[in-house]
């Protein structure tokens, strides 16, 4: 048979070899800058709006321009969460082999959806999950999945949990149907993430339906409270308990927690989206004890795992109810009767459907340093929190405010003869002129309703000295301060 003559097509405008460039080559300024000081530089947004070209892009720049363009905008106003002496909020440093990590990622560029979208990124996949599941003594038979973040990660965990006090009903009636006599609520700690009021307002329990559990001195749930408010209530979604809270890094008493949840049969989520990562140090392991009758916890990698940005595992326990959720067959993606390892879907037990092969940088970097060594990369953070205390407590100027349970503390700068107003006001001031000098960053936070240097030590690459250099700079700046 004759084909039908080719019509007239334009010319394809081939992009196949448009971006041939080495890459190690072009990103070896960035990596040179990871230790830079100074951490980050103020800025305007006109001004750095002014180094980076804002006009419509026709094409035609060259990709070396463009990656000189982004090196120096980055580091002329940089934000380095690389840096061993970053000790603001909750910031990955990553890990040498990221780089290399991420670019395989996007140049094989497979969609985790599951098996038959990646049949090699599936199997790693499950294989970091196992090894992860192994770390928090989960059963052989808890499934997982790698998801952009702690917060969307909590969310899935908490619909899980709606899924099992609801039943199969749920999926189709909806919360309205489970709530006309007595709204579901959530119980956590005052001191859990934000993430967990966010999570109730996508899930359709809203804020009010948050019970706020008190905490005792160490900012742990305090399970007395714990034990009244499950008593009281009569539509528990889930309790939520934190391994590692976000601002002062305590763990509530997983163990104590796990046996209420048991004993009233409610699902018990464990946010340990930064504490996570010291599950992988044998030493600090028993301090998350409990952790393993979790019905669902949260670890991102991007934080105390040292992965760069994004990936946060989802354990559940029994990923059933997860998958009575987020189970979907459709005309175009049609799920097999049957569940062998070749018909494996992560996308029917969470929400994400096309997914980055997240697993990858963390199954180099397992395999490549071991876990064990991750893990004293780990325990090396909580010493340094550990002898920063110490040397805190030792100076008559300074007052410990939390000790570390991790690698996070609290201090003041509070010498005598200050009222508490001035004594705060000196506190913000040396955190603001520590991240002007450059070489040490501390973020904004309250504790008890006042100001405090808090310190969340994840970085790698961090030392003793480190810790010492910001104590100086602390006293230093402090003392001018009261003499000005
Ligand atoms: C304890 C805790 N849970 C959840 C989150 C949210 O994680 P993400 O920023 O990855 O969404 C954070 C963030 O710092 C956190 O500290």
Redesign the pocket.
């Known amino acids: 048979m004759i084909p039908p003559p080719r019509p007239q097509l334009a010319p394809a405008d081939d992009l196949t070899r448009a971006a041939d460039i080495d890459i190690s080559k072009a990103i070896a300024p960035l990596i040179e800058q990871r230790y830079r000081s100074p951490i980050v530089r103020p800025s305007r947004a006109a001004d750095v709006a002014a180094l980076i070209d804002e006009s419509f892009p026709e094409g035609g720049d060259s990709l070396e321009q463009l990656v000189t363009q982004i090196t120096n905008a980055t580091d002329q106003y940089p934000r380095r969460n690389t840096h061993p002496g970053f000790f603001g909020?909750?910031a990955p440093s990553g890990l040498p082999s990221d780089p290399l990590a991420h670019a395989m990622v996007s140049v094989l560029n497979e969609n985790l959806g599951g098996y038959w979208a990646s049949p090699v990124g599936t199997t790693v996949e499950k294989t970091v999950i196992r090894w992860l599941a192994d770390l928090a003594g989960f059963p052989r038979q808890s499934e997982g999945v790698l998801l952009?973040?702690?917060?969307?990660?909590?969310m899935a965990g908490m619909a899980s949990a709606l899924a099992k006090r609801f039943g199969p009903e749920y999926r189709e009636k909806g919360l309205g149907a489970f709530s006309k006599t007595t709204p579901p609520v959530i119980l956590c700690s005052r001191a859990?993430?934000f993430?967990i009021r966010r999570a109730a307002v996508m899930l359709g329990i809203g804020t009010d339906n948050i019970i706020a559990i008190d905490t005792d001195d160490a900012f742990r749930m305090r399970i007395d409270r714990l034990d009244d408010a499950l008593r009281q209530q009569q539509n528990v979604v889930c309790v939520v308990a934190?391994a590692?809270?976000?601002n002062t890094g305590a763990i509530d008493p997983l163990e104590e927690i796990a046996a209420l949840c048991q004993a009233h049969d409610v699902w018990l989520h464990v946010?340990?989206?930064?504490?996570g990562g010291g599950l992988m140090s044998a030493e600090l392991r028993p301090r998350y004890r409990g952790i393993e009758q979790a019905d669902s916890v949260?670890m991102?990698m991007?934080?105390w795992f040292f992965q760069s940005l994004?990936g946060?595992l989802l354990l559940y326990r029994d990923a059933s109810w997860a998958r009575q959720l987020f189970f979907e067959s459709s005309d175009y993606l049609h799920a097999a009767a049957e569940s062998t390892p070749e018909h494996y879907m992560f996308f029917h037990i969470a929400p994400e459907l096309s997914r980055r092969f997240r697993a990858l940088p963390f199954y180099l970097a397992m395999r490549c340093y071991g876990i064990a060594r991750l893990g004293r990369n780990a325990l090396h953070n909580v010493h340094c929190a550990e002898y920063l205390a110490d040397l805190v407590r030792q100076q008559d100027e300074l007052e410990l405010i939390v000790a570390p349970q991790l690698s996070i503390l609290c201090f003041r700068f509070k010498p005598a003869a200050l009222d508490n107003a001035e004594i705060d006001r000196i506190n913000s001031e040396i955190r603001d002129q520590i991240q002007l000098e450059g070489d040490y960053l501390m973020s904004a936070t309250r504790v008890r309703e006042r100001p405090v240097l808090r310190v969340c030590i994840i970085n790698h690459a961090t030392r003793a000295e480190h810790v010492e250099g910001l104590l100086e700079s602390v006293l230093r700046i402090g003392r001018s301060l009261l003499k000005s």
């Open positions: 909020w909750i952009s973040g702690g917060s969307i990660s909590n859990a993430h993430s934190s590692g809270t976000t946010d340990a989206a930064y504490g949260v991102d991007h934080k994004g946060s």
